[in-house]
């Protein structure tokens, strides 16, 4: 099978922003080898490519739709031209292809049609079931534990709604039904306030015309549960991992997980015996991840859905190939987070600061595994040891100690 990875960022929150589409180049290296195809908005830094290189990867076939034009996704990119899709056409050139997305919008259905190469997806299922109210009552109807919420298409009850529950509730979520990477997004906001909730209902109408209330669980852990349902309709979990969160937003993660055995034998069985066999019946197909809470009490609460892949299945595919590269095995931990630095540090300068942390091996070393958002200030950087997850923190924050000290 011929995989060929859009690293899409098509969410409506995300359209127009040149540093979220410059994330493309983020998932293609992580996951895939020579043979395979990537297709990114700009192309890859030729000393990047070199160091990816010698991690041991071999490179696949790099594709380049752009310039980046804030009026189009990376998808909608490659629809408007024709040479690019004679290229991705001429190197697919067999039956055995399919396409594989990030976000999974009109416009990647757009795409795989203008392409006449199969999705790895259903988009009558994955659509539907990324909007976060959809996926409210099917927690409902499966008898899945999701924080307790309120829905109503009049946003005048449903403020009054929010606002008697701050009578009782020390704060309220207020969400958007197609919000994205948490508060920093401005997909979703933290209220306390009528004041802040006033402000909150005023920027969410910005970005669309359904949202909702939940309650805010106070919980001890937060983990990101990852699997797939193949083209044959069977269920295969991929990872469990913790994530590392900061303000209801996504900040990195983990692995392997540290909750409770009993807790995890829960999520897994609710996987397998309520979630997967819904996605199964309805068609699904392809990569999903949930996001769940474990409360006080150890009792798990799905909260967001994804009908796609998630970011920490990319760590997980680069480090899972890297233990064997480095270790012969599938043993390791990994500690994952994205930094803030100095816009105008380069990757060379990046890896010169780096230079005896970066080296794969037996020991503790850092990867770094998106280059296409470092000119706007940001890095992905991952800490693997074959040993311990503590390893692996303790060479990520050297790593973060060098990169953000200025």
């Known amino acids: ?30 996951q895939l080898d020579k043979g395979h195809i990537v297709v990114t ?31 189009y996704t990376l998808s909608e990119l490659v629809v408007r031209k024709k040479a690019v899709r004679k290229t991705i056409r001429a190197l697919a050139n067999d039956t055995h292809s399919r396409l594989e997305f990030y ?8 795409l795989c049609q203008s392409l006449g190469i199969p999705a790895y997806c259903n988009f009558d299922v994955s659509i539907p079931l990324s909007r976060k109210i959809f996926f409210k009552k099917i927690c409902k109807a499966l008898s899945l534990a999701t924080p307790p919420w309120f829905f109503h298409k009049d946003k005048d009850q449903l403020f009054q709604k929010a606002k008697n529950l701050l009578l009782s509730e020390t704060s309220i979520l207020l969400k958007g039904d197609k ?22 209902f005023e920027s969410l109408t910005n970005f669309g015309k359904e949202f909702f209330i939940e309650k805010r669980i106070d919980h001890k852990a937060e983990i990101s549960l990852h699997w797939e349902i193949t083209e044959q309709g069977e269920l295969r979990q991929l990872g469990l991992f913790d994530r590392i969160m900061n303000n209801c937003s996504y900040v990195g993660g983990s692995y392997p997980d540290t909750i409770p055995f009993s807790v995890k034998q829960q999520i897994e069985s609710q996987l ?19 996001d769940i809470i474990i409360d006080k009490q150890n009792i798990p609460y799905w909260i ?18 890297l233990s064997e590269i480095c270790f012969g095995s599938s043993d390791f931990s990994f500690w994952h987070e994205p930094l803030q630095i100095s816009s105008n540090k380069s990757f060379h300068e990046i890896i010169t600061e780096l230079s005896d942390l970066i080296r794969p091996g037996k020991k503790p070393f850092v990867v770094i595994t ?32 060098r990169l953000t000290f200025f």
């Not at 967001?304 to 190939?321: C, E, Q, V």
């Open 1 to 30: 099978m011929k995989r060929i990875i859009f690293d899409t960022q098509s969410n409506p929150l995300l359209h127009g922003a040149e540093a979220e589409q410059n994330y493309d180049q983020r998932g293609g290296l992580c």
């Open 41 to 71: 908005t700009r192309p890859y830094q030729p000393d990047y490519i070199e160091y990816w290189k010698s991690l041991g990867f071999t490179i696949p076939h790099l594709i380049t739709a752009g310039p980046f034009d804030p009026q």
């Open 103 to 110: 976000y999974i919008e009109e416009t990647e259905r757009a």
């Open 179 to 200: 919000g994205t990477g948490g508060i920093s997004y401005r997909g979703m906001f933290e209220v306390s306030t009528t004041e802040e909730l006033e402000t909150a």
């Open 272 to 290: 397998r015996d309520k979630v997967g066999p819904y996605l199964i019946q309805q068609g699904a197909k392809g990569y999903f991840h949930c």
């Open 304 to 321: 967001d859905f994804n009908p796609r892949k998630g970011a920490l299945l990319y760590i997980w595919d680069m480090a899972r190939r």
């Open 370 to 401: 998106n280059p296409g958002v470092i000119e706007s200030g940001s890095v992905d950087v991952t800490g693997i040891s074959e040993n311990s997850k503590k390893e692996a923190r303790e060479i990520f924050e050297e790593a973060k100690r």
